[in-house]
């Protein structure tokens, strides 16, 4: 399948964020607020940077891999994957209910997802697992590429809050050693965690300087605006011999006014007027993107 245009993109977006305000509403639960500022970002692996995905052969080797580490933020995963063709609309729909395969964090029983996760500092050990894999399976599976490089990529997304977990700098450090050019960890950097402001729980800032010091390649994007996002992507050099780490500065809640940038929207349930409310300033730019698009 094509990477999508960036209008489709956009648009694929926004009927994916309907999609989440609608689910997380009817299931009573989810971290909405995270799901809402990573959500582009997702959109745009899906559907414009990952390789090899295809629901009919999930398993397919030469895939392009993606980790959730934020699990937390499973709901974003779920409506990407239903538009990419894993998951059923009525599957999807179970959410919250009794004897559904979909639960609050990802399992590896949903199809296209890669891992169980959800347990914060653990996605890019797992990662890097991966990467390494690729490097060392490259001759298996090549086809066009130079010998030795690796086939498929593996990507990581991160939050902000997560990076207080020491695990993620042993891995950070062994990435490095080991040059996967082929690992891209990716920080949703909505500045708001749980307990608050990151900056007044455990201070990040310089993120940029830290992991450049680990001696990975970082860059930094606006994770609200999808040109950005697709431009950072599409520069990364995968035979640099470094790992990549963009630094995506997104907005808790994004897409949904009474939302942005709200803590308490971290894990929050809307109630029947919010959720109609947030509808329908989604479905207000939808329409307004068909709109543009078809003058």
């Given at each position: 399948?094509?990477?999508?245009?960036?209008?489709?993109?956009?648009?694929?977006?926004?009927?994916?964020?309907?999609?989440?305000?609608?689910?997380?509403?009817?299931?009573?639960?989810?971290?909405?607020?995270?799901?809402?500022?990573?959500?582009?970002?997702?959109?745009?692996?899906?559907?414009?940077?990952?390789?090899?995905?295809?629901?009919?052969?999930?398993?397919?080797?030469?895939?392009?891999?993606?980790?959730?580490?934020k699990g937390h933020c499973v709901e974003a995963l779920y409506?990407?994957?239903?538009?990419?063709?894993?998951?059923?609309?009525?599957?999807?729909?179970?959410?919250?209910?009794?004897?559904?395969?979909?639960?609050?964090?990802?399992?590896?029983?949903?199809?296209?997802?890669?891992?169980?996760?959800?347990?914060?500092?653990?996605?890019?050990?797992?990662?890097?697992?991966?990467?390494?894999?690729?490097?060392?399976?490259?001759?298996?599976?090549?086809?066009?590429?130079?010998?030795?490089?690796?086939?498929?990529?593996?990507?990581?997304?991160?939050?902000?809050?997560?990076?207080?977990?020491?695990?993620?700098?042993?891995?950070?450090?062994?990435?490095?050693?080991?040059?996967?050019?082929?690992?891209?960890?990716?920080?949703?950097?909505?500045?708001?965690?749980?307990?608050?402001?990151?900056?007044?729980?455990?201070?990040?800032?310089?993120?940029?300087?830290?992991?450049?010091?680990?001696?990975?390649?970082?860059?930094?994007?606006?994770?609200?605006?999808?040109?950005?996002?697709?431009?950072?992507?599409?520069?990364?050099?995968?035979?640099?011999?470094?790992?990549?780490?963009?630094?995506?500065?997104?907005?808790?809640?994004?897409?949904?006014?009474?939302?942005?940038?709200?803590?308490?929207?971290?894990?929050?349930?809307?109630?029947?007027?919010?959720?109609?409310?947030?509808?329908?300033?989604?479905?207000?730019?939808?329409?307004?993107?068909?709109?543009?698009?078809?003058?």
């Amino acid at each position: 399948m094509e990477a999508l245009s960036l209008h489709n993109l956009r648009l694929t977006a926004e009927t994916n964020r309907k999609r989440l305000v609608e689910v997380v509403y009817r299931a009573k639960a989810g971290h909405i607020g995270g799901d809402l500022s990573c959500l582009n970002v997702m959109t745009a692996l899906y559907f414009h940077v990952m390789q090899g995905l295809d629901p009919a052969n999930p398993k397919a080797p030469w895939r392009d891999r993606f980790v959730l580490s934020k699990g937390h933020c499973v709901e974003a995963l779920y409506v990407t994957l239903e538009a990419k063709g894993f998951l059923k609309p009525e599957v999807l729909d179970t959410l919250g209910r009794y004897g559904s395969i979909l639960s609050g964090h990802p399992t590896i029983e949903v199809p296209g997802i890669e891992v169980n996760s959800g347990a914060l500092g653990h996605g890019l050990s797992i990662g890097i697992g991966m990467a390494i894999a690729a490097k060392m399976d490259a001759g298996a599976y090549l086809t066009k590429e130079p010998a030795g490089q690796p086939r498929y990529r593996t990507f990581v997304l991160m939050g902000d809050g997560e990076q207080g977990e020491g695990s993620i700098y042993e891995a950070a450090m062994a990435a490095n050693k080991y040059g996967l050019d082929n690992l891209v960890a990716i920080i949703d950097r909505n500045h708001l965690q749980i307990s608050g402001d990151t900056e007044d729980v455990m201070p990040l800032d310089s993120i940029r300087e830290r992991w450049t010091a680990f001696g990975w390649d970082v860059v930094s994007m606006n994770g609200d605006d999808m040109a950005d996002i697709v431009g950072t992507f599409d520069a990364i050099d995968y035979h640099n011999g470094r790992p990549h780490l963009i630094v995506s500065e997104t907005t808790k809640g994004r897409g949904v006014s009474f939302m942005e940038g709200i803590a308490k929207w971290h894990h929050g349930v809307l109630n029947e007027e919010q959720c109609r409310q947030a509808v329908a300033e989604i479905e207000a730019r939808i329409e307004e993107m068909s709109k543009n698009k078809a003058g």
